[in-house]
C-alpha cells in the first residue's frame, strides 16, 4: 500500500507539471498588457493611470498607486501577473494580502469565472485545504494566492511561500501599514518579513485614501528601494457633495431618499441605529434591510447579495459594509453620523457614482450634538493609561492567565461577560483591548467568526447501539469518509454551513454521538507575550494616536461647519492636491453661484 501511494503522488505530481506545459505553450506568441487586458477582461483600453501603473510593475519597480475608490486597483495587479507568467512561469503567481475575506472570496470568483486560476486563504480553512491550496499555487497553473496580512504571522507560512514562483506581492488597502493612516493595523507590519525572504519580487501597495506623509511612511514601511509614488486626482466629476445641516436626522433621510431615485447606501455608526433606521425606513413605506458585523457570515451575503441585484434598495449600514463591493449604480450615500475622519469619509462617499453618472454624496450635520459626541469619541478610543493597565489586568484573571504564563494561548472572549463580571464599560474596554493589541501585549480581534466544528465521541461499531434515520446515517459517514481526525478532536466542518446539517448535527449531539460547536460571532484574543505585572504604553501608542484621532476627528467636523470654500477643494487640499478649480455643483458652490445672481 505504502508503494502505491508514492507511486500515485509521483504522478499526481508529473501531471500537475504536464498541466503547467501545456498550459503555458498554448501561450507561445508573446504577450502584451493590453492583449492580457483585452483577452481576460474583454477591455480595449485602459482606464486613466493604469497602464502607467502596469508598465511600472512590469519593469520591476516598487510602485505605490493611488486611485479613487472605483478606480479599477485590482487590474494593476492582475494584468502585470498575466504577463509575467507567460513569460516566465517560474513568476507567474501574485501574492495579493487584503485584510478582507469576503474580498478575497469575491475576487477568486470572479477570476475563476474569466479562467483565470487562483486560491485563497483564510480563517475557517482546515488545515489540509490549505496545504492543497498551497500546492495548487505550486504546481499548478495558478496566477493569484490571497491572504490576509495575519496569515504573514505562520512560520509554516512563510516557509512554502519561499517555495512558490512568486513575481508580485500586491498589498491593498496599503495605508493599513502606516502609523499615520486613518486604520493602522499592526498586522501589515508583518509584510516587511516576506519582502526578506522575497528580496528580488516586486511590491504594488493600492490604497484609495492617502494624506502626504501616509505616502512617504508606507513606502518606508514596505522597504522600496526607491520612491515611486504614481497618483490619479482624488477628484470625481459627477460626485455631487453636499452637507445638510439639521436638527432630525431621520426625515432628512426620508426626504433625500424620496428625492434620489436608486440604489443608496446609509451609514451610522453603531450596529443598534442601523437596525432602528432601517425599520423606521420600512415603515415608511421604503424598501431597506440593515447591515452589521454582528450578523452571520450567511446573513450578511444573503442581504449584500439583495442589495446588489436591486432586489434591496437601501441597505442601512455600519463601516463594515461597502469595502470590496462592486456595485456601479449606486445614487446616494448618506452618512447620519459623523465619520472618523475625512479619509473613511472619502472612501465610503466614493461607493456612489462608479458608473460616472451623476450621484450624491450626503453628510447630515447637527452642530451642537454632533461636536459634543466628537469629543465623547476622543475619549472613549483614548481611555486614560490606568484604565487601560486595569482591562488588562482584569482579562487576564478572567480568562484565568496566571502570571508569566499565556504566550500563545488563543481565547474566544465575550465581551458582555467580560464587562459584566469586571463591572468595565463596554466601550472603552473595546478600545483599551485595541491599543493593547496595538502595544503587542495581545492581539485583539473584534468580531470573530469561529467555524462549527464536531467530534465523533463513541467508536463506529457503537453506531447500532442507537436509533439512527437516513440523514443522521448519512451525514455521520460523509464526516468519517471527509474527516479522519474526527474519533479524536473537534475538526471544523464544512457540513455545518447548511441549515438543515445543523438540524442532524443537533439532534446527534443530543443523544450524544458526538460534541457539536455550532458556528458563532465574537471577540478573540491571542496573548503575544506571557502575562506582565506591569505593562509599559509608550507615547506613539497612546498619546501621540490620540492627537492624531483627534486632529483627524476635528478636520471633518471643520468640513462639515465650514460654508467658504468648495466641498470637492477642501477634500482634495487634505489629500494634497493644489490647483483644484471649484467643483460648482456641491452645496457650497450652488450656494454661492444663487448670491453672484442675486
Known amino acids: 500500500m505504502q508503494r502505491y501511494n508514492i507511486f500515485f503522488n509521483y504522478t499526481n505530481l508529473l501531471v500537475k507539471n504536464l498541466h503547467i506545459c501545456f498550459f503555458y505553450s498554448t501561450f507561445a506568441v508573446e504577450m502584451t498588457a493590453l492583449d492580457a487586458l483585452h483577452t481576460y477582461f474583454g477591455y480595449d483600453a ?16 516598487d510602485t505605490l498607486a493611488l486611485m479613487p475608490t472605483g478606480g479599477g486597483k485590482s487590474l494593476c495587479f492582475q494584468i502585470p501577473t498575466l504577463v509575467m507568467g507567460q513569460e516566465n512561469p517560474d513568476k507567474r503567481l501574485c501574492l495579493v494580502i487584503t485584510p478582507l475575506i469576503a474580498l478575497m472570496k469575491d475576487q477568486v470568483a470572479h477570476l475563476e469565472a474569466r479562467g483565470i486560476h487562483a486560491e485563497a486563504i483564510h480563517t475557517g480553512m482546515s488545515y489540509d485545504r490549505q496545504q492543497a491550496a498551497l500546492d495548487n499555487c505550486l504546481y499548478g497553473p495558478y496566477h493569484f494566492l490571497y491572504c490576509s496580512p495575519e496569515r504573514l504571522e505562520s512560520e509554516d507560512f512563510r516557509k512554502r511561500l519561499a517555495q512558490l514562483p512568486i513575481g508580485l506581492i500586491a498589498v491593498d488597502e496599503a495605508h493599513c501599514i502606516s502609523q499615520w493612516g486613518y486604520d493602522f493595523r499592526p498586522s501589515y507590519l508583518n509584510i516587511a518579513a516576506v519582502r526578506d525572504l522575497l528580496p528580488d519580487v516586486p511590491i504594488l501597495a493600492l490604497t484609495a485614501t492617502a494624506t502626504p ?23 470625481r466629476e459627477n460626485l455631487i457633495y453636499v452637507v445638510r445641516k439639521t436638527n432630525n436626522k431621520p426625515e432628512q433621510v426620508i426626504h433625500i431618499l424620496n428625492r434620489v431615485p436608486g440604489s443608496a447606501i446609509v451609514y451610522v455608526r453603531n450596529r443598534k441605529r442601523a437596525q432602528d433606521l432601517s425599520q423606521w425606513l420600512q415603515e415608511n413605506g421604503l424598501n431597506a434591510e440593515f447591515y452589521h458585523a454582528g450578523l452571520s457570515t450567511r446573513e450578511r451575503n444573503e442581504r449584500q447579495e439583495a442589495w446588489k441585484n436591486d432586489q434591496t434598495r437601501i441597505i442601512v449600514a455600519t463601516n463594515a459594509f461597502g469595502m470590496g463591493i462592486d456595485k456601479a449604480d ?3 450615500v448618506i452618512h447620519v453620523d459623523l465619520p472618523s475622519c475625512i479619509e473613511s469619509y472619502y472612501q465610503e462617499a466614493g461607493r456612489a457614482g462608479r458608473d460616472g453618472e451623476t450621484a450624491y454624496a450626503v453628510l447630515l450635520f447637527n452642530e451642537s450634538e454632533d461636536k459634543a459626541k466628537a469629543r465623547k469619541r476622543v475619549a472613549d478610543n483614548y481611555p486614560p493609561k490606568e484604565f487601560i493597565e486595569k482591562v488588562y489586568r482584569n482579562t487576564c484573571d478572567f480568562l484565568q492567565v496566571a502570571a508569566g504564563s499565556g504566550y500563545g494561548h488563543r481565547f474566544m472572549l465575550h465581551m458582555d461577560q467580560l464587562c459584566h463580571a469586571m463591572k468595565l464599560p463596554v466601550i472603552q474596554t473595546f478600545s483599551a483591548l485595541h491599543i493593547l493589541s496595538l502595544a503587542g501585549y495581545v492581539y485583539f480581534e473584534e468580531e470573530h467568526e469561529t467555524q462549527p466544528r464536531v467530534r465523533i465521541d463513541i467508536p463506529r461499531q457503537q453506531f447500532g447501539d442507537y436509533t439512527l434515520n437516513s440523514q443522521q446515517i448519512e451525514l455521520l459517514d460523509k464526516l468519517m469518509r471527509h474527516y479522519p481526525g474526527i474519533f479524536t478532536d473537534l475538526q471544523y466542518v464544512r457540513e455545518a454551513d447548511s441549515p438543515e446539517m445543523h438540524k442532524v448535527l443537533v439532534s446527534l449531539a443530543q443523544i450524544g454521538i458526538l460534541t457539536y460547536i455550532p458556528r458563532s460571532i465574537g471577540c ?9 505585572e506591569e505593562i509599559f504604553l509608550p507615547p506613539s501608542i497612546l498619546d501621540e494616536r490620540q492627537k492624531q484621532y483627534a486632529a483627524k476627528l476635528q478636520a471633518m467636523v471643520e468640513y462639515a461647519e465650514q460654508t467658504q470654500f468648495c466641498r470637492e477643494q477642501v477634500l482634495l487640499a487634505y489629500f494634497g492636491e493644489s490647483d483644484i478649480i471649484p467643483c460648482g455643483h456641491c452645496d457650497v458652490c450652488r450656494e454661492v453661484a444663487k448670491r453672484v445672481h442675486l
Open 46 to 61: 485602459f482606464r486613466p493611470l493604469q497602464e502607467e501603473i502596469i508598465h511600472a510593475v512590469l519593469s520591476g519597480k
Open 213 to 235: 506623509e501616509t505616502i512617504i511612511d508606507i513606502q518606508k514601511r514596505l522597504g522600496f528601494k526607491e520612491q515611486n509614488v504614481l497618483r490619479k486626482s482624488f477628484k
Open 330 to 332: 449606486v445614487r446616494v
Open 524 to 532: 478573540s484574543i491571542t496573548f503575544t507575550q506571557e502575562r506582565k
